[in-house]
């Protein structure tokens, strides 16, 4: 437990926790938490971000490496459940420093990482 600013004790953070208490090699490996998250097992992109200390847009770019480098927009937004104005966002800041690319197929936008090549 931690002390808030009034004096009172404030809840840890449930996730902070279980790293706390868990050894880095307890931790399942990064391809196998992707894998389960694809497979809509009951795991949730925040806490891979947490378990693996990564940024959202790190754990873009590892959720596109892990699929082969292409994965269409809406995959991920059904992936992550977030939405899908949120994965613009972060997929417009991330095209914008050269990360990943997105062209149109069809009525779909796809998302790349520069080198994997469309499609």
Do not use: C
Request: no cysteine; hydrophobic share 35%; glycine share 10%.
């Amino acid at each position: 437990m931690t002390t808030n600013w009034n004096g009172g004790k404030a809840k840890k953070d449930p996730i902070a926790t279980k790293m706390e208490t868990e050894s880095r090699s307890e931790v399942q490996p990064l391809g196998e938490a992707l894998d389960s998250l694809i497979h809509g097992n009951e795991i949730v992109p925040a806490q891979i971000i947490v378990e693996y200390n990564l940024s959202v847009d790190q754990f873009i770019l590892e959720l596109l490496r892990h699929v082969g480098g292409n994965l269409k927009q809406q995959e991920i937004v059904r992936y992550t459940g977030w939405s899908a104005s949120k994965i613009s966002r972060d997929l417009s800041r991330l095209e914008a420093e050269g990360s990943v690319g997105r062209f149109q197929l069809g009525r779909e936008k796809v998302v790349h990482i520069p080198g994997a090549g469309p499609g």
